[in-house]
């Protein structure tokens, strides 16, 4: 499917135009019985999937809370909609349009972009402005470390991502008698904000079980050939492959270990899910482990859409092309309930009410538990670990959550 066939079936439900439709008229905060909400976000580019994945949650959950009768404040019910603009997959675009947004359509209220770049480019212009951005999609740690009071994220922190698989390649050793010294790590990430947080964690987890790192490579600019780092993984024989490069690095590390038949026992790698490796690879990619924010499988519930179970049947149905629903797309729902029960705590549209009543947010929802710490990151949410198992995604860490017992080692098909 072409990038503008995905545009044209993410503009299903049309709450608000992307900025090639978009006219510069200004637009109030609240407008009548409309709250708009603004965001900028990657429709084009090297993130459009997951920018389009994003989207399509911000528009679910618009449409869920629309039909359940929309934001009631001072005994008044408000409809949400969303303004979009396409920022390209481009950091100092998302700037210029949150610039934009804001200042000449009148946004108060941001939902954030896709990726933890454009989330960087975009929190210095809504703290500018002290307008609250409740985002969903930038997990760099590097985020919260900055003192933002307008900042608030739904999902887990970046460094917590493929801690789960150092967690269970640790036990797996030792069960079988492996000093963990003696453990081989090859890494491969991309040069964006994001990977780079991921790796920062990596290292950390690698220095506290004292494995080894035999391989350490940059995954390309345009992501397209990891062939060179995969001939080094193949000499190296590591215990264990780990890789991040967003969708497309996710895309092209599972076509080429397959292609190139690297039979490492353990691989792992970031947004298996949004690169719909299975539906593209199949039973070449079974045992690879996906480290997730949310999956269909847990316990988690909440008002709006029931349990995570029920919210995977709803986006299924409303959306086309998905065997799997991305938690790009979930954790982006998330990030709307979030505005709308700050704007019924706040009873107001009043940016700094509204902002002391995000910072306040303690609430459960099919995504899981969502609490903000004084820097804005969400602590009320793990991360989970899922294993690709003929052709589905298994939750089998940690243990509490788990459905499946761990296939080791990994056996594709």
């Not at 809370?65 to 969303?82: D, E, F, P, R, T």
């Not at 919210?311 to 149905?317: G, N, T």
């Not at 003929?390 to 056996?411: D, I």
């Amino acid at each position: 499917m072409t990038v503008r066939r995905k545009l044209l079936n993410a503009l299903t439900f049309g709450v608000a135009a992307v900025a090639m439709m978009a006219t510069t008229s200004a637009m109030a905060k609240v407008e009548g019985d409309t709250i708009t909400l603004g965001s900028a976000i990657s429709f084009t580019g090297k993130y459009s999937t997951n920018g389009i994945h994003a989207k399509n949650g911000y528009d679910l959950a618009v449409k869920q809370i629309n039909k359940m009768g929309g934001v009631k404040v001072n005994g008044k019910s408000y409809k949400l909609a969303v303004k979009y603009y396409d920022d390209e997959s481009t950091p100092a675009r998302t700037a210029q349009l949150l610039e934009r947004l804001i200042k000449q359509d009148g946004i108060k209220f941001v939902l954030g972009p896709y990726s933890s770049a454009t989330t960087k480019a975009a929190a210095p212009i809504t703290e500018k402005y002290k307008i609250p951005m409740v985002e969903a999609e930038g997990a760099s740690r590097s985020l919260f470390a900055k003192g933002y009071k307008y900042l608030f994220a739904v999902l887990s922190t970046s460094e917590q991502y493929l801690a789960s698989t150092l967690a269970l390649t640790a036990e797996i050793m030792k069960e079988k008698g492996k000093k963990l010294s003696d453990v081989k790590i090859a890494l491969a990430f991309e040069q964006d904000p994001f990977s780079q947080d991921v790796r920062a964690g990596v290292l950390d987890d690698v220095k506290k079980y004292g494995f080894k790192v035999v391989l350490d490579d940059k995954f390309p600019r345009d992501l397209a050939d990891i062939s060179a780092t995969l001939t080094k993984v193949r000499a190296l024989k590591p215990d264990v492959f780990l890789a991040s490069g967003h969708s497309k690095g996710a895309v092209t590390a599972a076509r080429q270990i397959a292609e190139m038949k690297i039979k490492t026992p353990i691989v792992a790698m970031t947004h298996c899910e949004a690169g719909k490796i299975v539906k593209k690879f199949g039973g070449e990619v079974d045992g690879f482990l996906c480290p997730t924010q949310w999956a269909e499988t847990l316990s988690y519930s909440g008002k709006y859409f029931g349990s995570a179970g029920d919210y995977d049947k709803l986006f299924k149905s409303s959306f086309d092309g998905y065997k799997n629903v991305p938690y790009q797309a979930a954790q982006a729902s998330a990030a709307v309930l979030v505005w709308k029960e700050a704007f019924e705590a706040a009873q107001s549209f009043d940016t700094e009410k509204v902002r002391d009543a995000l910072s306040a947010t303690n609430m459960k929802t099919f995504y899981g538990g969502i609490k903000f710490s004084s820097k804005g990151n969400n602590i009320a949410k793990p991360m989970v670990l899922r294993q690709i198992q003929n052709g589905k995604y298994n939750v089998v860490a940690p243990a509490k959550w788990a459905s499946n017992k761990l296939e080791y080692p990994r056996q594709p098909k």
